[in-house]
């Protein structure tokens, strides 16, 4: 791996604080106090200290460098007519999102409204909402759509071929965000990442929270590469 793929600290770095994508980021809380004697984390704080914690500890552990080869590798076998330090870049820079986006899923206005879960006053509780008070899945679909769209924009260091290689990097990389909660790994069903219609349809109003401009059948398109 060449010395100038950034660190995964100098990528956190370089992601924009929450406040500037995400509406009323200061409307959103993370985690409550277990014992109730501390204020709820906000959102915007807990973003701020899992990016600064995840580049410190790659930084103090020397994992940049294990990170590094481990995508080399990947990039060489399933990327072979793309240039090589641009894909690389761009596959460290999705790895290192997966902890960015991780909780994008809590603008959940159920999430932040229920009792047992955040018991915010400032959101009401939506009545039959698909993914009724979880995060997880809306982080990961708010992952996936976001960098479909970055690859269906254009890449100019990626092989027009090799598209399809990158959608399922996307997906694959979703994984962790979906069961980040879980107690364990699903045993794979062969039906991938996928989401219902109406599960789309509910959905692709968060787009909006982060002013994410996404094309509208982008939006409501299977997850899956076609």
């Known amino acids: ?54 580049g410190l500890i790659c930084r103090e552990n020397g994992l940049d460098e294990i990170i590094d080869n481990l995508i080399a590798d990947y990039v060489r076998s399933f990327f072979p007519k793309s240039d090589f330090i641009g894909t690389c870049l761009h596959v460290k820079r999705l790895f290192v999102h997966t902890v960015v986006y991780h909780d994008f899923g809590k603008v959940n206005e159920n999430f932040q409204a229920h009792p047992g879960k955040m018991n915010n006053p400032k959101f009401r509780m939506t009545k039959n909402h698909p993914l009724k008070h979880h995060h997880s899945q809306l982080g990961a679909y708010l992952y996936v759509i976001k960098h479909f769209q970055e690859v269906f924009s254009g890449l100019s260091f990626l092989a027009k071929e090799e598209q399809r290689q990158l959608l399922m ?14 107690s364990g790994l ?41």
């Open 1 to 54: 791996m060449q010395p100038s793929i950034d660190t995964v600290e100098a990528i956190v770095k370089a992601t924009p604080p929450l406040s500037s994508i995400l509406k009323n980021a200061d409307w959103y809380c993370a985690h409550l106090d277990k014992k109730g004697k501390k204020a709820p984390e906000l959102f915007e704080e807990h973003y701020d200290r899992v990016n600064k914690n995840f």
């Open 169 to 182: 990097t996307i997906l694959l990389f979703s994984y962790p965000i979906f069961r980040h909660h879980a």
């Open 186 to 226: 699903k045993i794979p069903d062969g039906q991938g990442i996928r989401f219902e219609a109406e599960e789309l349809a509910a959905l692709k109003k968060y787009l909006d929270c982060y002013g994410f401009q996404i094309h509208p059948d982008l939006a409501v398109r299977s997850m899956e590469p076609e």
